[in-house]
């Protein structure tokens, strides 16, 4: 999923029904890397913590030697969870847009959206849906790099943006992009897509109205990929956990991709397997079986 702040939809979070049972069925050599979504996967019911169970299995990966990567819609500055619990590594925020060193607080790649294609989008956009309000996450490793629209109702209710007029706000590169509309996230993706602007990348992490826009070819998958080249680790050695759509392209890559039994239907149709739910441990309840 792949919220970005801490904290459930305003109106309570979208529950997908009916979810399907847990396999137990596995292969039983070890993955070499472990990637974890957080909202709605790695995190607790209140989006704020990563339960002692999780944590202890992810670091058992670590410590037999497989490589854990938290993959997250969420910029930087809301990793506090992931990090309160002890983790040090790789993390791909903002859909893929940003890889960040946690230990060293450093990027390690970045591929911003350009002002140009931001502007560009928007236009068709608005020529095939109802007015929209933005807001951008900007190249940066604090708050201070969020800025939206005065009118932008950010889903989650921990969302926290600096105000600047629309000319100002796609004046400058972007790691992502936010488009609030008032319809659901498909049908305001389906909207987008008939743009068909070669030059972004669309997805969402809830139903609540709200696009997640990246450059061409940006996706939490694309970037894991590149990892794992660089670390010699074939996707067939890695097992990745994600519940919503921004989850998809990951989830594909990965050998064995897993979805959250709670997680959207688009993504649990694609998976290898299906994990209990994150409120009952589902990362730990998979990752156990080696670790």
Known sequence: MDGPGPGLPQN????????????NAGPTTPPRMVVCDMDGTLLDETG?????????????????????????GRPIWWLDPVIEAGFTGIAVCMNGAVVYDVQAGELVAASPLVPQVMQDFVSALELRTDPLALAVERLGTTIRSCWAEAHYDHPWEFGEFQTADRAALLADPAAKMLVRGGVDSRTL??????????????????????????????SKGSALDRLAGDWGIDPA??????????????????GRGVAMAGGHPDVRAIATEIAPEHYHDGVAAVLERWF
């Not at 309570?12 to 396999?23: E, H």
């Not at 913590?49 to 993959?71: F, M, Q, T």
Request: no cysteine.
């Open 48 to 72: 704020a913590r990563v339960s002692k169970r999780n944590a202890d299995a992810l670091a058992r990966a670590e410590s037999a030697g497989a490589r854990v990567v938290i993959a997250t």
């Open 189 to 218: 993706a389906e909207a987008a897509h008939a743009t068909g602007n070669p030059d972004v990348s669309i997805t969402w992490s809830t139903d609540e109205g709200l696009l997640e826009i990246a450059a061409a070819g940006v």
């Open 12 to 23: 309570g979070r979208v529950t997908f029904a009916p979810p399907a049972a847990p396999s």
């Open 237 to 254: 050695e890695v097992v990745a956990f994600g519940d919503m759509p921004n989850d998809l392209e990951m989830l594909r890559w990965a």
